[in-house]
T-cell receptor, first 110, second 113 residues
Framework: GQSLEQPSEVTAVEGAIVQINCTYQ??????LSWYQQHDGGAPTFLSYNALDGLEETGRFSSFLSRSDSYGYLLLQELQMKDSASYFC???????????FGDGTTLTVKP | EAGVAQSPRYKIIEKRQSVAFWCNPI?????LYWYQQILGQGPKLLIQ????????DSQLPKDRFSAERLKGVDSTLKIQPAKLEDSAVYLC???????????FGQGTRLTVV
């Protein structure tokens, strides 16, 4: 099946910037999404990239390079509440189905 | 608008028993997904509905799992008989047709003992 690679854990301090990378298999790629999931909570949508470049939404930005089969989520001005798991998800068709990575657990320390 | 509703929130059953989960998607969302999320892993798609038709059930273990969405709104996912490895959170999500964003429910945490 399709596989995605992202780091399992990242730790950073409050106020810092952190980048979470995601690499994916190219075959049939349509777009890359990012979701946030707090412990015991539901995944919530953060961003989506279908074209190369940077998408900015407040403190969060997401980048995509289709030629490198690579994307990243950039979190700026980290806050304690940003401690959560972050999943990249590849959309392989326009029908909506996405394949999720295993997530990156972000721990923000004071 | 109301979010995706799921019930129950928690369920503990013994292996070989059966269990059913219910999902009510966001009003107007024609696409409905069931995901299985094992601890420490990402959500894995089990089945995708478009209205009351199945779009993708390639990863659904059909010998024990079944799902239906008879009227194109609510959906039920059933496991019969359950195995220990079915212990996971079962997430329901919905989206508009072709929508980029999937809206997830809180999930049902299933423990099989």
């Amino acid at each position: 099946g399709q596989s995605l690679e992202q780091p399992s854990e990242v730790t950073a301090v409050e106020g810092a910037i952190v980048q979470i990378n995601c690499t994916y298999q190219t075959s049939g790629f349509y777009g890359l999404s990012w979701y946030q999931q707090h412990d015991g909570g539901a995944p919530t949508f953060l961003s989506y990239n279908a074209l190369d470049g940077l998408e900015e939404t407040g403190r969060f930005s997401s980048f995509l390079s289709r030629s490198d089969s690579y994307g990243y989520l950039l979190l700026q001005e980290l806050q304690m509440k940003d401690s959560a798991s972050y999943f990249c998800a590849v959309r392989y068709t326009n029908a909506g189905k996405s394949t999720f990575g295993d997530g990156t657990t972000l721990t923000v320390k004071p | 608008e109301a979010g995706v509703a799921q019930s129950p929130r928690y369920k503990i059953i013994e292996k070989r028993q059966s269990v059913a989960f219910w999902c009510n998607p966001i009003s107007g969302h024609a696409t409905l997904y069931w995901y299985q999320q094992i601890l420490g892993q990402g959500p894995k798609l089990l089945i995708q509905f478009q209205n009351n038709g199945v779009v993708d059930d390639s990863q659904l273990p059909k010998d024990r799992f079944s799902a239906e969405r008879l009227k194109g709104v609510d959906s039920t996912l059933k496991i019969q008989p359950a195995k220990l490895e079915d212990s996971a959170v079962y997430l329901c999500a919905s989206s508009r047709t072709g929508g980029i964003e999937a809206f997830f429910g809180q999930g049902t945490r299933l423990t099989v003992v």
